[in-house]
């Protein structure tokens, strides 16, 4: 490799490195009082602070979480779809303020969904080891479809009702996607917990969002080359 690759090779690398850690950290910096309420939660592991914890933490996820979440993915897509930025901050920013809205009532409405989700399987999952398994299902299915819809709600520009609609037909119709999805998030997210501490501040967050679209767009093309597949 003579001296011009290796420094194109550099660049890369380094222009990536940028990528995920600023936005990673924009991320984090966005949803502060949610990783507070984590980090608390994580700590004191008694049932009545954590009952405490939860309920401030569901008020703010749609505030917060969901808004920031969008930006984020729709960082990614431009990396995906290899699209200039002329500072990474200002389009999060940009497009955070733009589908501020959008984002707090799709926020909303899956807040509800993860809460009936969480208390029944508290309650349910108690009864039977098939309840636990059923739940557990059900659970990743739902982890799917909001990943699905975060990549959807980057991608088009539609109204809340048709962003859920597509995100609910291409993850029960994509099965394959919803395995890339599912295996690629646990990854991150067990190396990040489990040794390598340091992928949280910088990483984690915003390489889920990209390996997420990533696996979306392409299903995506695939549909739009082959509608009947």
Request: no cysteine.
């Amino acid at each position: 490799m003579n001296s011009s690759g290796l420094t194109n090779g550099i660049n890369n690398i380094s222009t990536w490195i940028m990528r995920f850690s600023v936005i990673n950290l924009m991320w984090l910096l966005f949803n502060i009082p949610l990783v507070i309420i984590v980090v608390s939660m994580w700590m004191n592991k008694t049932n009545d602070s954590t009952i405490q914890l939860i309920i401030p933490a569901v008020i703010l996820a749609p505030l917060l979480l969901f808004p920031a979440t969008t930006a984020m993915f729709a960082s990614a897509r431009n990396w995906v779809m290899q699209k200039e930025e002329h500072s990474l901050i200002r389009f999060f920013w940009k497009y955070y303020r733009e589908n501020y809205k959008q984002s707090v009532g799709v926020g909303v409405l899956l807040t509800i969904v993860w809460v009936i989700w969480g208390v029944d399987y508290y309650y349910f999952s108690k009864e039977s080891v098939l309840f636990m398994g059923s739940f557990l299902l059900m659970g990743f299915l739902l982890y799917v479809y909001t990943i699905n819809l975060f990549s959807i709600q980057a991608h088009y520009n539609e109204k809340l009702i048709v962003l859920l609609k597509k995100a609910f037909l291409i993850t029960v119709g994509s099965p394959l996607l919803a395995v890339v999805v599912l295996v690629s998030n646990g990854i991150i997210f067990y190396m990040s917990i489990n040794g390598l501490l340091f992928l949280l501040p910088f990483f984690t967050f915003s390489l889920v969002a990209y390996l997420s679209f990533s696996a979306f767009y392409r299903r995506y093309l695939k549909l739009v080359s082959n509608p009947e597949k």
